[in-house]
């Protein structure tokens, strides 16, 4: 027979999904609403006022796409991209190629712009290659889950702002744990997801639309079939569930039908965002994820283990750790998992077998949870014999933490 779901208790460090807020269940195991009724609405205008604030875009167009972040990244592109229009996507990690792949099934004319994956772009090199390509839009990542890199933007946006050059963000990784300053670094579109530093279960994309993208989505605006007075566009957007210019209207305070909104999911999501803005507050939530992340470097580095990559562009919500010599990457995964209930992440492509990368996001990224992955670690290392120095990684943390 089929039994009641009885799931284990996990310490969960990897780089999303990441522990969900107790608060954050709560709230979304309370009664299901319908999507017009009017206690429900107002929730979705609360979630755009505190959508602006948390990209720091008092003046934006913000909503949340049923899907996981991807979701709000192929909406984002496919609402801007026309069949054959070119776009920039400069390239220090996987999720840059996630970007391509969207870009490719839009239609648009890729010009990829490539590096290794140990660093970010100078912004300058991202501008002169603006400059000679002349693309209609520049899609990028902030902070690259796959190195733990987060790449400077301001110098790129004003150059966009100031050449009518849309910037599109894939923001899945820092919004929640690093300040995005939207309007400051001239991002016309920012995406993020709930599953990462907001602490809110897999399974919604925010975006936050600058003034002039929204101008240019509505202008590709196509009305549904069957919902009387037809409104046909023959610009229209190739998607119909992530049509951005129907969610704009499905989120507006006068409602066009769309999808069946997913009412407990925006419980969920309003309450992430309330801790978020306003219970714990953003600069706390920063500090706290900035102390975390000194905490668990201390530790990494006690042990004797190498971090990946360039210290002076990493972010503080992902830690690449090097492999040892000698040890089998995926061993010490399993064991973590089984002896200590602990998960950490491996990566992608050729990094895969060169680091590991310990998640420090949202509710995860807690004193407790990191002291436990430190110790668990080093257990584990030593056990399976890994040259590192022993009984000092746990200490050295809790010197930064007192
Ligand atoms: C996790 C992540 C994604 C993909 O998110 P999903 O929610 O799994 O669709 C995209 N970009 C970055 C930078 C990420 O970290």
């Not at 390509?133 to 899609?139: D, G, R």
């Not at 310990?358 to 399976?384: C, D, F, P, W």
């Amino acid at each position: 027979m089929f039994k009641e779901i009885n799931v284990p208790n996990r310490t969960i460090m990897t780089p999303g999904p990441v522990e969900a807020n107790p608060v954050v269940l709560r709230a979304m195991s309370t009664g299901t609403l319908g999507q017009f009724d009017p206690a429900f609405t107002s929730l979705m205008q609360e979630i755009k006022e505190m959508l602006r604030i948390a990209f720091n875009a008092p003046n934006n167009e913000c909503l949340a796409v049923d899907g996981t972040s991807r979701s709000g990244l192929e909406a984002a592109l496919f609402a801007m991209i026309e069949p054959g229009d070119k776009v920039l996507i400069p390239a220090y990690g996987r999720f840059a190629y996630l970007l391509a792949e969207i870009v490719e099934r839009a239609g648009g004319d890729i010009v990829l712009m490539e590096r290794d994956w140990t660093g970010t772009f100078e912004q300058a090199e991202i501008i002169e290659r603006i400059k000679a390509e002349q693309p209609k839009i520049v899609a990028m990542v902030h902070g690259e889950t796959a190195n733990g890199q987060c790449q400077q933007l301001e110098e790129v946006g004003a150059y966009c702002q100031a050449n009518g050059i849309y910037l599109v963000v894939d923001c899945v990784a820092t919004f929640g744990g690093v300040d995005i300053k939207q309007d400051e670094w001239g991002i016309d579109i920012a995406i993020a997801g709930t599953q990462k530093c907001l602490s809110v279960p897999s399974g919604m994309s925010l975006v936050s639309i600058s003034h002039r993208a929204k101008a240019f989505i509505e202008s590709r605006f196509q009305k549904e079939l069957g919902l009387g007075a037809d409104q046909r566009n023959e610009r229209f957007i190739q998607s119909n569930y992530l049509d951005l210019s129907q969610l704009m209207v499905y989120w507006s305070q006068n409602p066009i039908n769309h999808h069946t909104e997913a009412t407990n999911m925006i419980y969920g999501l309003h309450t992430g965002l309330r801790l978020f803005v306003q219970e714990e507050g953003m600069e706390k939530v920063f500090q706290r994820h900035q102390l975390n992340n000194n905490a668990l470097i201390a530790g990494i580095e006690a042990m004797g283990l190498g971090i990946y990559g360039d210290r002076e562009t990493a972010m503080p919500t992902v830690i690449p750790v090097m492999i040892p010599d000698g040890i089998e990457p995926n061993k010490v995964r399993d064991i973590l998992l089984e002896e200590f209930s602990v998960e950490i992440a491996g990566s992608f492509g050729d990094l895969n077998k060169v680091i590991w990368r310990i998640g420090n996001m949202g509710y995860s990224s807690r004193k407790q949870n990191v002291l436990h992955v430190l110790g668990a670690l080093e257990a584990t290392l030593l056990y399976l014999g890994a040259d590192i120095q022993a009984g000092k990684a746990v200490q050295a943390a809790l010197k930064v933490y007192r």
